[in-house]
């Protein structure tokens, strides 16, 4: 039966992934039967020259890639770049040295019935986006698809892909086609700098290969995939399909400011599912089947400068305690809201103007606030520093990355903690998921990681609503004989879906067999 599936759409896709491999028996026939009915022979090369990437083991990257796409959602394109210097078989972030013959592999393809395309496109504006060519599978090839009994656990979307990546800009987005991946090489720092590279990529592949074996999920979820609409920055209002299965649990940090950058600005750790949901959804994560807590720093980076400026912030440093524009903004709450905002973007630019637009760009539904003039940002902004003078000249001078990397480290030292006990937690920059009954050793460690890079402290609270209780307790020793009352906390259970324990018995299943696997290797 054929799919009903809507025209390909250049906004539904998600860019081609050169590190997608498996050795699977059903794979590799389908992959030689396709190199036969697609004439592929016509693609070996001349004489004694051998590749690195054979041309059937390209086209199985790319088909792959497709049928892990079609297992997501049927619908999802992939974006395929046509250019050859996308397919530089020396490039760090081509691990499984994907040639330039993947272009020629792909129009087979195309000509045999098997992919379809929707051709790239180029602006004439220089300051509009451009797109590359979309592909998808067709109707004969998801015919052979579905002939298949492998699993997404049976593919390694992440073979030998480079954790540790080097941008030439900051663009919150590690994905983004505007922000340039900068390839590095031994020869451009100094032996400190690369003792330091090779520590956190040794870190963080014992991180992914612990996240890999853990199941994370929300039992809630009657799929593996859900469909999110944007709400912020330039992609806001559209639709975005995110996996919460085994292809989307790889984590990588991304540094900033290119070779010039010396691995000092920026660093956060990216991707991860539970990166991409709504906050609204992150306290119901299970991890191994248990409930979760999320910690998370109060005012992160407002307290890190602060801090650093040798003053103490309150509790609560958003709070002006009087409506500064009462004729726009009638509320306290929505002022709060507004002014942490601001200051968060002001943190981020290097001058008031791009704040100001930073601000209003946030979120494109929020009328009211695409409303307020510069004059009126500015005026609530003067307000937080009269309040707070320490951030007098301070603001509007481009301290993000800098403070991005200040967090970076403290995640990293939380992370490499509980990695090395065998705990997985997962991290959204400065706040932190992990199993309920973790939660007191992690804030501990987040105090310790916090006070050994900063030599100081920031506040930190639980998000995830809980059950509370209280119990009379007896004691036995002289003036403690009368009964008090000691409040403790459960958390808040969610009933699970009939296909969550279907992916969860599929997780352990392959999971046994992998640890099969290894103990016989060990032998």
Same mark, same amino acid.
């Given at each position: 039966?054929?799919?009903?599936?809507?025209?390909?759409?250049?906004?539904?896709? @998600?860019?081609?992934?050169? *590190?997608?491999?498996?050795? *699977?028996?059903?794979?590799?026939?389908?992959?030689?039967?396709?190199?036969?009915?697609?004439?592929?022979?016509?693609?070996?090369?001349?004489?004694?020259?051998?590749?690195?990437?054979?041309?059937?083991?390209?086209?199985?990257?790319?088909?792959?890639?497709?049928?892990? =796409?079609?297992?997501?959602?049927?619908?999802?394109?992939?974006?395929?770049?046509?250019?050859k210097v996308s397919y530089t078989?020396?490039?760090?972030?081509?691990?499984?040295?994907?040639?330039?013959?993947? #272009?020629?592999?792909?129009?087979?393809?195309?000509?045999?019935?098997?992919?379809?395309?929707?051709? *790239?496109?180029?602006?004439?504006?220089?300051?509009?986006?451009?797109?590359?060519?979309?592909?998808?599978?067709?109707?004969?090839?998801?015919?052979?698809?579905?002939?298949?009994?492998?699993?997404?656990?049976?593919?390694?979307?992440?073979?030998? @892909?480079?954790? #540790?990546?080097? *941008?030439?800009?900051?663009?919150?987005? %590690?994905?983004?086609?505007?922000?340039?991946?900068?390839?590095?090489?031994? =020869?451009?720092?100094?032996?400190?700098?690369?003792?330091?590279?090779?520590?956190?990529?040794?870190?963080?592949?014992?991180?992914?290969?612990?996240?890999?074996?853990?199941?994370?999920?929300?039992?809630?979820?009657?799929?593996?995939?859900?469909? !999110?609409?944007?709400?912020?920055?330039?992609?806001?209002? !559209?639709?975005?399909?995110?996996?919460?299965?085994?292809?989307? =649990?790889?984590? $990588?940090?991304?540094?900033?400011?290119?070779?010039?950058?010396?691995?000092?600005?920026?660093?956060?750790?990216?991707?991860?599912?539970?990166?991409?949901?709504?906050?609204?959804?992150?306290?119901?994560?299970? $991890?191994n089947d248990q409930p979760t807590?999320?910690?998370?720093?109060?005012?992160?980076?407002?307290? /890190?400068?602060?801090?650093?400026?040798?003053?103490? /912030?309150?509790?609560?440093?958003?709070?002006?305690?009087?409506?500064?524009?009462? @004729?726009?903004?009638?509320?306290?709450?929505?002022?709060?809201?507004?002014?942490?905002?601001?200051?968060?973007?002001? #943190?981020?630019?290097?001058?008031?103007?791009?704040?100001?637009?930073?601000?209003?760009?946030?979120?494109?539904?929020?009328?009211?606030?695409?409303?307020?003039?510069?004059?009126?940002?500015?005026?609530?902004?003067?307000?937080?520093?009269?309040?707070?003078?320490?951030?007098?000249?301070?603001?509007?001078?481009?301290?993000?990355?800098?403070?991005?990397?200040?967090?970076?480290?403290?995640?990293?030292?939380?992370?490499?903690?509980?990695?090395?006990?065998?705990?997985?937690?997962?991290?959204?920059?400065?706040?932190?998921?992990?199993?309920?009954?973790?939660? %007191?050793?992690?804030?501990?460690?987040?105090?310790?990681?916090?006070?050994? $890079?900063?030599?100081?402290?920031?506040?930190?609270?639980?998000?995830?609503?809980?059950?509370?209780?209280?119990?009379?307790?007896?004691?036995?020793? =002289?003036?403690?004989?009368?009964?008090?009352?000691? %409040?403790?906390?459960?958390?808040?259970?969610?009933?699970?879906?009939?296909?969550?324990?279907?992916?969860?018995?599929?997780?352990?299943?392959?999971?046994?067999?992998e640890t099969g696997k290894s103990?016989?290797?060990? !032998?």
């Open positions: 039966m054929a799919d009903d599936l809507t025209k390909m759409d250049r906004w539904n896709s @998600e860019p081609l992934d050169v *590190h997608t491999w498996s050795d *699977h028996p059903e794979i590799k026939t389908l992959c030689d039967d396709l190199y036969d009915l697609a004439g592929m022979t016509t693609l070996e090369p001349k004489g004694n020259r051998k590749a690195k990437r054979t041309v059937k083991e390209s086209l199985r990257v790319l088909i792959l890639d497709l049928y892990v =796409k079609w297992l997501k959602d049927p619908s999802i394109s992939i974006g395929f770049s046509k250019g078989v020396g490039s760090r972030y081509n691990g499984l040295f994907i040639p330039r013959k993947i #272009i020629e592999v792909e129009e087979l393809l195309v000509d045999a019935g098997y992919v379809e395309e929707l051709l *790239h496109f180029n602006s004439p504006n220089r300051t509009a986006r451009s797109y590359t060519t979309r592909i998808r599978h067709t109707e004969a090839l998801r015919d052979l698809f579905r002939k298949l009994t492998i699993d997404l656990h049976d593919i390694d979307t992440h073979a030998h @892909e480079e954790c #540790i990546v080097l *941008h030439d800009k900051y663009v919150d987005d %590690p994905d983004d086609d505007t922000n340039r991946k900068i390839e590095y090489d031994d =020869k451009d720092f100094s032996p400190d700098e690369l003792a330091l590279v090779d520590i956190i990529r040794g870190q963080l592949q014992a991180y992914n290969k612990l996240l890999k074996r853990t199941f994370i999920d929300i039992p809630s979820y009657t799929s593996s995939t859900f469909t !999110r609409t944007i709400k912020n920055g330039r992609y806001s209002g !559209r639709k975005q399909t995110i996996s919460l299965g085994p292809d989307n =649990k790889f984590v $990588i940090r991304v540094f900033n400011g290119g070779l010039a950058g010396k691995w000092q600005r920026g660093g956060r750790f990216y991707r991860g599912w539970w990166q991409q949901i709504d906050k609204e959804d992150r306290c119901k994560i299970y $991890i807590l999320e910690v998370d720093f109060k005012a992160f980076h407002p307290n /890190l400068l602060s801090n650093e400026l040798g003053v103490k /912030l309150p509790n609560d440093p958003y709070d002006l305690e009087e409506l500064i524009l009462p @004729e726009t903004i009638t509320t306290f709450p929505k002022q709060r809201e507004y002014v942490k905002l601001l200051v968060l973007m002001a #943190i981020n630019a290097d001058n008031d103007k791009k704040a100001y637009q930073a601000f209003r760009d946030s979120d494109r539904k929020d009328k009211l606030g695409q409303s307020l003039k510069d004059e009126q940002l500015s005026l609530l902004l003067k307000k937080f520093i009269n309040k707070h003078p320490q951030f007098d000249g301070v603001l509007n001078t481009g301290q993000a990355l800098r403070l991005m990397n200040i967090d970076s480290q403290i995640a990293n030292l939380v992370i490499d903690h509980f990695t090395n006990k065998g705990i997985p937690i997962l991290c959204i920059h400065d706040s932190f998921i992990i199993q309920y009954d973790k939660e %007191p050793e992690l804030r501990h460690i987040l105090d310790q990681s916090t006070h050994q $890079i900063t030599a100081s402290r920031i506040s930190h609270d639980i998000k995830n609503k809980q059950n509370n209780y209280s119990l009379k307790v007896h004691g036995n020793i =002289k003036n403690y004989g009368n009964p008090i009352d000691v %409040p403790f906390n459960t958390p808040i259970r969610i009933k699970p879906t009939k296909q969550y324990e279907m992916r969860k018995s599929k997780f352990y299943k392959w999971l046994e067999i103990s016989s290797k060990q !032998r």
